[in-house]
Each structure stands twice: as C-alpha cells, then as structure tokens.
C-alpha cells in the first residue's frame, strides 16, 4: 500500500484519497474496502488521538490502502508516533517557509537525513522486522505540506526546493481567511493562488493535492484538468452525513 502510494507521486499519477474524522476503525475499513488509496486522518481538528490512529492503522492492514495522517504540527514526537504506529506518511498543516518544510520532513526521517528515532513499534512489526524497514523508511515515508496561507503561496519555491518534501496539499479555508475573504475558497484571489501553486509543483516536480468536497464527477475532472493529482474526496462524516440526509428525505417522501 505504501508502494503503491510513493509510486503514484513519483509518477505523477491521480491517486484517490479520502479524509477520516472519527476515531471509527470501521468507518475506515469501509472506505479502505471501498478502494480508495489513501486514508488522511486529520488529527489537527479533531479529537482522533494516536490511539485511534493506531486502531485504524490495525482496522485497514493488509488492505492497497496508506494510511496518512494530517498531524497538528510539525512536532518531532508527535510524526515519529504517528510513523511508528504505521502511519505511511504525514501532512503537515501550516506550511510557509522551507525552515518548516525541512522541519517537517526531518521529524519523518532517520539519521542522516532527519531526527526521527529508532523503536521497536508496529511499523516494523515490533522489532521483527526493524533492519529493513529502517533502511527502507526515508525513502518510503511521505512528507505533504500544507499551503494554507498567503505567506506559504509567497513562499512556495523555496518550500518545494526542500528536497525530501513530497508536495503540498492546499487548505483552501485557512487560504481564504488569510486573503482576507473567509470562506470564500472559489473566490478569483484564490483560484489564481492555487493555480500557481499546482505550476510551482510542476515545476519543481512535487505533487499538487486538493480537497474535493461534496464530490461529483465534474469537479474531480476539474481537478484532475487544472493539474492536481493527489486527491481527497470528501470524508467520513461527509459520506455518511449526506447518506443519511438523503435516506432520511427518500423516507419522509414515501
Ligand atoms: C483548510 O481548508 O484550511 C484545511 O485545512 C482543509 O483540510
Ligand atoms: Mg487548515
């Protein structure tokens, strides 16, 4: 799953996602089962703490499915346990400088490369397998950042010049309020901002990610068209929110 993951950035390719903001390992085998390749879950907003995030690591094992984790910042410890409980990369919130970038990615990377330490943990099966998986982490571990600001946009050549940074994920609510018109994610100023945004990624040949919600087809062809290939669609509680929303109408018609 992980392989699957690093080979779709690599390459460029569109890979599907989906956001988790329940603790529910359930709700997370079903959209694993449902085929989606990666699975962020977003523990900046929500009370889905690390043991969650472990339970959902288990609930999803063995599936073509990596699991990411959106963390709350780019703090050593917190990326280590999410790395060690078998998370195959993070997304970092709040990106706007390369200082944070390589921050970032040097809490999700072993000696040489970064300051993550060693352990036995689930990641390598509790030891079993820790040779291997130590030299095989730096290069398999996926380091996103977040671009959410005016000042991230500014600086987004020096932020992708960090070598080991995957690419970016856009938060286009925090955007918004940064450009001064809250909640306004479709508005000129900021649609000109991701676009720049997805040419840096191309030109640094980093991926571009987008939150797709309240999907349909014509918005994720949008995406795919304007040059995003690292995708979200919708998440948990959106899912089962117009689910229930919709049988819940069906029923009161009938
Ligand atoms: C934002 O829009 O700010 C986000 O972080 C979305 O995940
Ligand atoms: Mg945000």
Redesign the pocket.
């Known amino acids: 799953s992980e392989l699957r993951l690093r080979k779709a950035l690599d390459e460029k390719t569109p890979i599907i996602g989906s ?1 988790i903001q329940t603790s529910s390992p359930t709700c997370a085998e079903i959209l694993a089962n449902a085929g989606f390749s990666w699975l962020g879950i ?1 523990a ?2 929500t009370s889905v703490g690390i043991q969650g995030i472990e339970a959902i690591a288990r609930a999803i094992h063995g599936r073509d499915t990596a699991l990411l984790v ?1 963390v709350s910042r780019a703090d050593t410890i917190e990326i280590r346990q999410c790395l060690d409980v078998g998370a195959a990369g993070v997304i970092v ?1 709040m990106v706007e400088t390369a200082a944070q970038a390589r921050m970032a990615v040097a809490a999700a990377k072993y000696p040489p490369d970064g300051v993550r330490g060693y352990c036995f943990g689930r990641m390598n099966d509790w030891g079993s397998n820790f040779d291997e998986y130590a030299a095989a982490a730096n290069n398999s571990v996926v380091v996103i950042a ?1 671009i ?1 600001t005016k000042a991230g946009v500014e600086n987004i050549d020096e932020i992708l010049a960090v070598p080991e940074l995957d690419g970016i ?9 940064s450009y001064g018109v809250p909640g306004q ?1 479709q508005h000129p100023h900021l649609k000109k901002a991701y676009q720049s945004l997805v040419d840096a990624c191309r030109h640094h040949g980093k991926v571009a990610g987008q ?1 797709i919600v309240n999907s349909t087809p014509e918005k994720l062809s949008e995406a795919v068209a304007l040059g995003y290939t690292f995708i ?1 669609l919708d998440a948990d509680i959106i899912l089962i929110n117009q689910s229930a929303r919709t049988a819940m109408e069906t029923a009161r018609k009938s």
């Open positions: 956001w977003d900046e907003h959106r919130p977040m959410e994920f856009i938060g286009p609510y925090d955007m918004s309020g994610t939150h979200c």
